[in-house]
């Protein structure tokens, strides 16, 4: 059985759930999703397994999850990235994204969604029953094709997308 954090609106840990519990009522957990990029800026994109309990076969950001109650932001991140696409990297954390969205089998995602970037010269070696296919994209590109057809990528996609892209604007450090 997996747990998540149960949160408050300030990201406080106020108790735990069973993470298909905690989705299907709606209560808010804590969650990261990551954003790998590569030397060249272009951004690593998942396509969830078809096995996957929600957003199934949509595309999303390198990596997402959530920390169990014993276990890190940071450890929980590297974690699953290993697990689901089979490299580590270097990351940071760069913001919070706090978002609530019902999904189309009965499930509602509200998280506290914290944003962490990497960087990645390699290949990836994802696990099949996690990512069911992989490739790099051009951010720009990949945020005017999620904002005119949402219904190829999860919900948290685009918001986080934004966030992390703001974060990296010209002129600006990059994580």
């Known amino acids: 059985m997996e747990w998540v954090i149960l949160v408050n609106e300030e990201d406080r840990a106020v108790g735990r759930e069973e993470k298909i519990a905690a989705h299907a009522a709606g209560l808010l957990h804590r969650a990261f999703s990551i954003f790998v990029f590569d030397p060249s800026g272009r951004l690593l994109l998942q396509r969830r397994a078809s096995g996957k309990y929600h957003s199934a076969g949509r595309w999303s950001n390198t990596c997402c999850g959530h920390p169990r109650p014993e276990e890190s932001l940071e450890?929980?991140?590297?974690?699953?990235?290993?697990?689901?696409?089979?490299?580590?990297?270097?990351?940071?954390?760069?913001?919070?994204?706090?978002?609530?969205?019902?999904?189309?089998?009965?499930?509602?995602?509200?998280?506290?969604?914290?944003?962490?970037?990497?960087?990645?010269?390699?290949?990836?070696?994802?696990?099949?029953?996690?990512?069911?296919?992989?490739?790099?994209?051009?951010?720009?590109?990949?945020?005017?094709?999620?904002?005119?057809?949402?219904?190829?990528?999860?919900?948290?996609?685009?918001?986080?997308?934004?966030?992390?892209?703001?974060?990296?604007?010209?002129?600006?450090?990059?994580?």
């Open 75 to 175: 450890g929980a991140a590297h974690r699953r990235l290993r697990e689901e696409m089979g490299f580590s990297c270097p990351l940071t954390r760069i913001a919070a994204y706090r978002y609530r969205a019902a999904l189309d089998n009965g499930l509602v995602e509200n998280e506290v969604d914290h944003l962490l970037v990497g960087e990645f010269d390699g290949e990836p070696s994802p696990d099949p029953g996690e990512a069911a296919e992989w490739r790099w994209v051009d951010p720009g590109a990949i945020r005017r094709d999620a904002l005119s057809v949402p219904s190829r990528y999860t919900v948290w996609f685009p918001g986080c997308l934004e966030q992390v892209l703001a974060a990296r604007k010209p002129g600006r450090p990059h994580p």
